[in-house]
């Protein structure tokens, strides 16, 4: 195996007031699921709770967790950020979900998804050699093509268009992880709520609170698969774990290519000023 980068360092979030363990919900099967509901936005008002989820993949959600998110969250819609290939290998449980609508907006191609997809790392060691020289250097990458590339776009334009069109119920978008593709799509939703910029990459990191005991568990996995993966901490790290520099390279192409962030959602999502004000009248008090 290829001699792997050192690696980066993994940071925790600022506390945000009012936002409490940043919205975690305590499921039992969902360890990243998490409640918008309570962070600080435009014109001193905040997110609404109950109304916008992010998650990981919901096919290990327990039945309690599914009964809680159908009746505490009235849940509506479910936005899927993974690609086709995902989705049938590890498919989410929408016979279990009655009422609920599905959404499959695939925010990568699947040409790129092979080095973000960690669920399948545990079954198939290949796909970390296949990037285990610069892992980290690997998903860094990968951010700016999911804001900027044209999947991710349709994914994030889509998302926006499901929020305002939503009945009032809870909305979750969730990739595998809730990390990558979900994360910058709470990123997109924030930024066009008015969230702060330093308490978006508050709640980007956020991720890092929850993913250890997920980190860990599919390490353990691949050393009794290959023993030759014994020390790949850092590779498995670089998957699981949200950095500063994935989040500062995706908000770098962003401002190269568009100068702000809200031209990047005029421009590239469809989603200007007036839209914008119709998400913020809908999602804050």
Not at 1 to 20: D, H, N, V, W
Not at 79 to 85: A, G, S
Request: proline share 5%.
């Amino acid at each position: 195996m290829a001699q792997t980068q050192m690696p980066a360092k993994i940071e925790l979030p600022e506390a945000i007031p009012g936002f409490s363990e940043f919205g975690h919900i305590p499921f039992e099967g969902l360890r990243n699921t998490r409640d918008l509901g309570g962070l600080p936005a435009a014109d001193r008002r905040r997110v609404k709770p109950a109304l916008l989820l992010r998650s990981g993949a919901l096919r290990k959600a327990a039945e309690s967790d599914l009964a809680r998110l159908l009746a505490d969250y009235r849940l509506e819609g479910v936005v899927d950020f993974r690609t086709e290939v995902e989705r049938d290998k590890e498919p989410d449980p929408r016979e279990r979900m009655e009422g609920v609508v599905f959404y499959d907006f695939p925010a990568l191609s699947g040409e790129t998804i092979g080095i973000t997809h960690g669920a399948s790392l545990a079954q198939d060691a290949k796909a970390l050699e296949a990037v285990s020289a610069q892992p980290h250097e690997a998903v860094r990458k990968m951010y700016p093509q999911i804001l900027l590339g044209k999947a991710g776009r349709a994914a994030y334009r889509g998302l926006l268009d499901v929020l305002l069109e939503s009945d009032g119920g809870a909305v979750l978008w969730h990739c595998t992880e809730g990390k990558d593709r979900a994360g910058l799509g709470a990123v997109v939703v924030e930024r066009a709520l008015g969230v702060s910029e330093a308490d978006v990459r508050a709640d980007y990191l956020a991720t890092n609170l929850f993913a250890r005991n997920r980190a860990e568990g599919v390490l353990d996995a691949l050393a009794a698969k290959l023993p030759a993966l014994r020390g790949v901490d850092a590779d498995v790290d670089a998957f699981f774990y949200a950095y500063v520099d994935y989040y500062n390279a995706a908000m770098a192409a962003v401002t190269d290519t568009f100068g702000t962030f809200d031209a990047y959602l005029t421009e590239a999502l469809d989603f200007g000023p007036e839209k914008r004000a119709a998400l913020r009248e809908k999602y804050l008090a």
